[in-house]
């Protein structure tokens, strides 16, 4: 989106980036309870932003897409596949994980979804710098 964002307090700099894609930062647990337990700044309103006034931008993000390896580790981590995480995730087979996402990002993912993404990027203002050097 064209922006730097800098920031010595990361729990600001994460409200502020979640305020710019449109989330409200303090329903994002991490950062309601960074700043409930007094590691920075994570209300907006009490957040000194220099610069660009922010206070109408929102890009529009949505927080409810899951990709295949996060529905996946959402399954094994807290749902019905819970009694299979010691097996699955700390055990000699750990490598399938690997072999799974790899499979997945690099024959279903980058080719149907990703090589888009990423030509779309290369023709914007940064991805004409960042291809020139």
């Known amino acids: 989106k064209n922006l730097i964002l800098a920031s010595s307090d990361m729990v600001a700099i994460d409200a502020v980036s979640a305020k710019l894609m449109g989330f409200d930062p303090m329903s994002l647990e ?12 994570g209300d907006p309103r009490d957040i000194e932003v220099v610069g660009l006034d ?29 009694f299979m995480e010691k097996p699955l995730l700390r055990s000699p087979i750990v490598p399938w994980s690997y072999a799974a996402s790899n499979i997945y990002y690099n024959l279903f993912w980058y080719p149907m979804i990703g090589r888009g993404r990423v030509s779309a990027a290369e023709k914007t203002e940064w991805g004409e710098l960042f291809q020139s050097e």
């Open 30 to 41: 991490f950062i309601r309870l960074g700043h409930e337990r007094g590691l920075g700044v």
């Open 54 to 82: 922010i206070s109408n931008i929102n890009f529009g993000f949505t927080k409810d897409e899951d990709t295949f390896a996060s529905w996946g580790q959402k399954k094994i981590y807290w749902g019905p596949l819970h």
